[in-house]
């Protein structure tokens, strides 16, 4: 048996090269996955593959093949004399009106439209993984809220019971308390629902298997970088893809529009022939050849064609137009939208979610001590875990307004302008 290089064994039982996806799911993480497992990104990507091919196409130099034609035949007379004719043709069509520079690009034009049209959908599925990055690190710490909240529940239920036990409380009160965790039951299992639909979510946006064991998701619910001036938002939008795509569009039905015109000079074809006889006879020629252009409706002149290729060019410009006003829109409403979402969760400070959660864990000991009835405890506790699910649903919310801002003022997602 021969032995194996040191190389092939560490090549055949190395792992798996590590991906995006096969580590824990930062912010970072959960872009560069979302790209590179897109079904919808790879099938753009063979678009713009295919348009290249096709300008490929476009810049060959002949407009056809040589064609070569061979001709033999048989000559004889009444007197019985007989001779073989043979001859051979070399023709080639040619373009003398810059036909070839105009296809060439109409073709850069399509594959820039296809290029700007597969950053709309990269973007796309980026926004999508990151809505639903946000949406499990919310309903996770939404489940540690309310979880905490029943663990406080059950300690006043006990010590409410205690009390009741020993004739220093209502019975009432323990009946609240465990009205109370009830209530927070339903909603741990509530919460504990939506983690793993937001975690399905995310795995589908992700190309993960929503079956497997949930990824493990780390980060905050920190907004993206975005901008402070809606004037500079509106600025960066102007050249958001999607307008950036339909300009190509534009570009490249102008330039149909130009070859269409230029088709119309005729195409003329140079032919070079050769001859001989059965009488040794030899003959050597060449010839230009015209097609003969007839008036529309009778022959082709490409008139149809330039009226399309004319009201296709009207249609881009304004296609150009509309997009220019729905993204300007957009923006502007993206942008309001997170100034209000960050006024909003400016009302709830860090600390002041500190302080609540201190206070959550001293209800027990108040009620023990005698501090604090068992009625003002759970009210109490309402208001906490009220005040700490809103500050979580608070920046939540202005995560997904950064999101959204950031889609729709055509900055980069990791905090740059495109």
């Known amino acids: 048996m021969l032995p194996l290089h040191p190389l092939l064994l560490l090549v055949t039982f190395a792992g798996p090269p590590d991906t995006p996806c096969s580590g824990p799911l930062t912010r970072e993480a959960v872009i560069a996955c979302a790209t590179q497992q897109s079904p919808r990104v790879r099938a753009d990507e063979a678009r713009v593959a295919a348009a290249r091919g096709e300008a490929d196409a476009a810049r060959v130099l002949l407009p056809t093949n040589p064609n070569v034609a061979i001709t033999v035949g048989q000559r004889w007379n009444t007197l019985g004399d007989r001779a073989v004719n043979v001859s051979g043709t070399l023709s080639q069509r040619l373009e003398i009106a810059g036909e070839r520079r105009k296809r060439a690009a109409v073709a850069d034009a399509e594959i820039d439209a296809r290029a700007r049209a597969a950053e709309v959908t990269e973007r796309d599925v980026i926004a999508d993984a990151l809505l639903a990055y946000y949406d499990v690190l919310a309903v996770r710490e939404e489940v540690t809220i309310v979880a905490r909240g029943l663990a406080t529940a059950e300690r006043l239920r006990g010590v409410a019971e205690a009390r009741a036990a020993a004739g220093l409380g209502a019975p009432l009160a323990s009946e609240l308390a465990a009205a109370e965790v009830a209530r927070f039951v339903e909603h741990v299992a509530l919460a504990r629902g939506r983690v793993r639909v937001a975690e399905s979510r995310l795995a589908v946006a992700l190309g993960l298997d929503p079956t497997a064991p949930p990824p493990e998701v780390r980060g905050s619910l920190t907004p993206l970088a975005t901008s402070d001036d809606v004037d500079d938002a509106l600025r960066v939008a102007s050249t958001r893809p999607e307008l950036e795509r339909a300009r190509a569009e534009k570009r490249a039905r ?142 939540h919310q202005l995560c997904l307004a950064s999101v959204t801002l950031v889609l729709a003022s055509g900055a980069r997602f990791d905090g740059g302008a495109s």
């Open 254 to 395: 102008e330039a149909q529009l130009a070859l269409s015109r230029r088709e119309r000079a005729p195409a003329p074809s140079l032919s070079f022939f050769v001859q001989t006889d059965g009488f040794n006879e030899r003959v050597i020629g060449g010839g230009l050849s015209l097609p003969i252009l007839l008036p529309h409706p009778l022959g082709r002149t490409n008139k149809g064609e330039i009226a399309a290729a004319r009201a296709r060019v009207r249609e881009a410009d304004e296609r150009v137009a509309a997009a220019a006003r729905v993204l300007s829109v957009e923006a502007t409403t993206a942008y309001h939208e997170y100034a209000a979402r960050r006024e909003a969760a400016g009302a709830y400070s860090a600390h002041a979610d500190a302080s609540a959660r201190r206070s959550l864990d001293a209800l027990a000991d108040e009620i023990e001590r005698g501090r604090l009835p068992v009625r003002d405890a759970l009210l109490t506790q309402q208001s906490l875990i009220d005040l700490l699910l809103r500050s979580t649903r608070s920046r």
